[in-house]
């Protein structure tokens, strides 16, 4: 699936307000630009993507159900 795939996903399945979604399509973008950019353009971008999914911290108590 390519971030394209990904946001029509998200869209169709009115997933925006699920923030580990969001992390998963800035990733794939980022994989899908990883050619054109400076190794350390890379890095930073990886490092806030990473810190971003760090802050959501355990989002998936109580709702496992819907989830998992």
Known sequence: MDSKE???YIEAT???SKPWLLVQLRLKKLQERRASLAEDTYAEELEDI????MNLGEWWRGIEDEVF
């Open 6 to 8: 990904l946001a029509q």
């Open 14 to 16: 009115n997933s925006i």
């Open 50 to 53: 990473y810190q971003d999914l």
